[in-house]
């Protein structure tokens, strides 16, 4: 699929097809979500759609410090990160054999 082809509606289906792309056709983070918001049309759902899963793929490593460094709220965003990993991180199990 190539760009012209892509709808950025808020529509569901166009939403993720093209927050996909985005990921598919980048080699990091900036240039996923930068992407993604210039498509035009629903800019703020396809970023944050691709900036999530670019997130999960790249990890925080991979967000320019910059970005990062210009958040409003960073120490309530740090917080309820923190808390969330903390319930929903993965459990270690012992294998019974």
């Known amino acids: 699929m190539n760009k012209n082809q892509l709808k950025s509606t808020g529509f569901v289906i166009h939403s993720l ?10 080699k990091n ?3 996923a979500v930068l992407t993604a918001v210039n ?7 396809i970023g944050a759609i691709t900036g999530s899963l670019a997130g999960l793929y790249y990890g925080l490593e991979g967000i320019p410090k910059r970005w990062l460094d210009d958040l409003q ?5 740090d917080e309820i990160c ?4 903390a319930k929903y991180q993965p459990k270690k199990t012992a294998i019974i054999t």
């Open 17 to 26: 097809e093209a927050s996909l792309w985005c990921l598919y056709n980048t």
């Open 73 to 77: 709220n960073k120490a309530l965003i």
């Open 82 to 85: 923190d808390q969330f990993y």
């Open 39 to 45: 498509l035009g049309e629903d800019t703020d759902t």
């Open 29 to 31: 983070y900036k240039d």
